[in-house]
C-alpha cells in the first residue's frame, strides 16, 4: 500500500510544473474547488488563500495537498477529472491518461487497459474547436497580444473582452508589471470563453470599435499554423 501512496504523490509532482501553467489562468476557481472537497486543511486554505500571484497560488495549493498525504492527492486527481475543471481548463484533457494509470484505492478496476477510451474523449474538444475555425488560443500568441496592447488595457478588457471591473481590480493588485497584468486579463478572458476562446474570436474583438490594435500587432492571430 505504501508503494502505491507513494506512487501517486510522485506522479502529481512530475505534472506540476504542467498544472501549474495551466490552472494559473484561474488560481482562485481551483481553490475554491478544491477547499469545497475539503483537500485542505482550514489553515492550509488560508495560507493558499494569501498568495496574490496566481502562479504561486496554485503551487502552495499543490505542495499543501500532497503533503497532506495521498488520499488528498487522489481527491485532487480526481477533482481535475471533473466536468467542472475540464470545461474550464481544456488543457488539463491529459489528466485522465494520468488518473487511468494511477492505482485507485480499494478498486478492483486499476489496470483499466482501455486505452481507446481516453484518447476518444480527447478528440472531443478538439472537434468542437474545430467548428469554430481555429484553435484555441495558445499562451505564446496571450502574451504576444499583451506586449502589445498599452494604457487602454482596462477599457479593452471591459468593453471588448467584458471583463467586470472589479475582476480587473484584482488583478490590478495580484499583478505589479504592465505586462503581467495585461497577460492575466487575456488568461481569464480565455478561460471564462473556454471553447470559443479562439486565435479568430480574439482578434474580431480586438478589431473593433475605438478599441482597436493596429492590424500588424493581433493579424498573426489569422495564421493558420
Same mark, same amino acid.
Not at 50 to 64: F, G, I, M, N, Q
Given at each position: 500500500m505504501?508503494k502505491?501512496?507513494? *506512487?501517486?504523490?510522485?506522479?502529481l509532482?512530475?505534472?506540476k510544473?504542467?498544472l501549474?501553467?495551466? !490552472?494559473?489562468g484561474? /488560481?482562485?476557481?481551483?481553490?475554491? %474547488?478544491?477547499d469545497?472537497?475539503?483537500?485542505?486543511s482550514?489553515h492550509?486554505y488560508?495560507?493558499?488563500?494569501?498568495?496574490?500571484?496566481p502562479?504561486?497560488? @496554485? $503551487?502552495?495549493?499543490?505542495?499543501?495537498?500532497?503533503q497532506?498525504? #495521498?488520499?488528498?492527492?487522489?481527491?485532487?486527481?480526481?477533482?481535475?477529472?471533473e %466536468?467542472?475543471?475540464?470545461e474550464?481548463?481544456?488543457?488539463?484533457?491529459?489528466?485522465?491518461?494520468?488518473h487511468?494509470? =494511477?492505482?485507485?484505492?480499494?478498486? $478492483?478496476?486499476?489496470p483499466? &487497459?482501455? &486505452?481507446?477510451? #481516453?484518447?476518444t474523449?480527447e478528440?472531443? #474538444?478538439? &472537434?468542437?474547436i474545430?467548428?469554430?475555425?481555429?484553435? !484555441?488560443? $495558445?499562451?505564446?500568441?496571450? =502574451?504576444t @497580444?499583451?506586449?502589445t496592447i498599452? &494604457?487602454?488595457?482596462?477599457?479593452?478588457?471591459r468593453?471588448?473582452?467584458d471583463i467586470s471591473?472589479?475582476?480587473?481590480?484584482?488583478?490590478?493588485?495580484? %499583478?505589479?508589471?504592465h @505586462?503581467?497584468? @495585461?497577460? /492575466? =486579463?487575456?488568461?481569464?478572458?480565455?478561460?471564462?470563453q473556454r471553447e470559443? *476562446? $479562439? *486565435?479568430d %474570436?480574439?482578434h474580431? !474583438?480586438?478589431s473593433?470599435e475605438?478599441?482597436?490594435? #493596429?492590424?500588424?500587432n493581433i493579424?498573426?492571430?489569422l495564421k493558420?499554423?
Amino acid at each position: 500500500m505504501s508503494k502505491e501512496e507513494a *506512487a501517486e504523490i510522485q506522479l502529481l509532482r512530475s505534472q506540476k510544473a504542467k498544472l501549474i501553467d495551466i !490552472l494559473s489562468g484561474d /488560481a482562485d476557481f481551483v481553490l475554491q %474547488h478544491a477547499d469545497s472537497r475539503c483537500l485542505l486543511s482550514p489553515h492550509g486554505y488560508q495560507q493558499v488563500k494569501a498568495c496574490r500571484v496566481p502562479s504561486e497560488k @496554485v $503551487t502552495e495549493l499543490l505542495d499543501h495537498i500532497i503533503q497532506r498525504g #495521498p488520499e488528498a492527492v487522489q481527491g485532487l486527481l480526481r477533482l481535475l477529472k471533473e %466536468h467542472a475543471l475540464q470545461e474550464t481548463f481544456p488543457l488539463l484533457s491529459f489528466t485522465k491518461d494520468l488518473h487511468a494509470n =494511477m492505482p485507485s484505492e480499494g478498486q $478492483t478496476e486499476t489496470p483499466r &487497459k482501455r &486505452k481507446s477510451l #481516453p484518447e476518444t474523449e480527447e478528440t472531443a #474538444p478538439s &472537434k468542437q474547436i474545430s467548428r469554430n475555425g481555429s484553435d !484555441l488560443v $495558445t499562451e505564446k500568441q496571450l =502574451m504576444t @497580444v499583451a506586449r502589445t496592447i498599452g &494604457k487602454s488595457w482596462r477599457e479593452i478588457g471591459r468593453l471588448a473582452l467584458d471583463i467586470s471591473s472589479v475582476k480587473l481590480e484584482q488583478i490590478e493588485e495580484d %499583478h505589479s508589471l504592465h @505586462v503581467e497584468r @495585461v497577460f /492575466a =486579463m487575456l488568461r481569464h478572458w480565455r478561460t471564462c470563453q473556454r471553447e470559443k *476562446a $479562439t *486565435a479568430d %474570436h480574439l482578434h474580431s !474583438l480586438l478589431s473593433q470599435e475605438d478599441w482597436a490594435l #493596429p492590424p500588424e500587432n493581433i493579424d498573426f492571430l489569422l495564421k493558420t499554423d
